[in-house]
């Protein structure tokens, strides 16, 4: 049974980079039919799609136009985690993120999500 | 991008009753990749359907999911008091992927 379990700081401050990491069991992140995505959802924005990581003979990321230029996932195979990190966040960005494990890109298994809070 | 509408956006019901649900995409969906989700305050969303009409592991029969192209729709027949929640459904034909807004099943 796969399992991710998000970590990570849920209050911050505008103009700081959120960061959060998902660690995973029951899979890996080298796995050749997964991707590792992190969505997020807000009474504004509803469920959106933010990125994803996968490796198919190499590593690939993919980003959401909405925040291209300020997102980075990162992967820390040795501990078969993910990261995301988003920057200059604003009250916009005040949302429930979740990881989840993409399979043909529908999303079968969620982290248990983590609210941030951005405030002046 | 890929607009999902989802209707109605509130469905007041009983148990026992059958819900209908409606996903319409902006454009047509390829090869029905199109997904339902579950959601319960406080939970992160549980998937029911995907490819539009397979039920992911553990979900019992009474979802059901069809429909292809641009209309899509899940039924929950004979409901149980733990359906209600909010239910979204998901494009993944075309990046980026999308989700609907969101059908609240509540009590009537």
């Known amino acids: 049974q796969v399992q991710l379990q998000q970590s990570g700081p849920g209050l911050m401050k505008t103009s700081q980079t959120l960061s959060l990491t998902c660690a995973i069991s029951?899979?890996?992140?080298?796995?050749?039919?997964?991707?590792w995505n992190w969505i997020r959802q807000s009474p504004s924005r509803g469920l959106e799609w933010l990125g994803r990581t996968y490796y198919r003979t190499q590593r690939f990321n993919e980003y959401a136009v909405s925040v291209k230029g300020r997102i980075t996932i990162t992967t820390d195979t040795s501990n078969n985690q993910f990261s995301l990190y988003l920057s200059s966040v604003g009250p916009e960005d005040t949302a429930v993120y979740y990881c989840?494990?993409?399979?043909?890109?529908?999303?079968?298994?969620w982290g248990q999500g983590t609210l941030v809070t951005v405030s002046s | 991008e890929i607009v999902l509408t989802q209707s109605p956006g509130t469905l007041s019901l009983s148990p026992g009753e059958r819900a209908t649900l409606s996903c319409r995409a902006s454009q047509s969906v390829n090869s029905r990749y199109l997904a339902w989700y579950q959601q319960k305050p406080g939970q992160a969303p549980r998937l029911l359907i995907y490819g539009a009409s397979s039920r992911a592991t553990g979900i019992p029969d009474r979802f059901t999911g069809y429909g292809s192209g641009t209309d899509f729709t899940l039924t929950i027949n004979r409901l149980e008091p733990e359906d209600f929640a909010v239910y979204f459904c998901?494009?993944?034909?075309?990046?980026?992927?999308?989700f609907g807004q969101g059908t609240k099943v509540e009590f009537k």
């Open positions: 998901q494009q993944y034909g075309s990046s980026p992927w999308t």
């Open positions: 989840a494990r993409g399979i043909y890109d529908f999303f079968d298994f």
């Open positions: 029951g899979n890996t992140l080298s796995s050749n039919s997964a991707t």
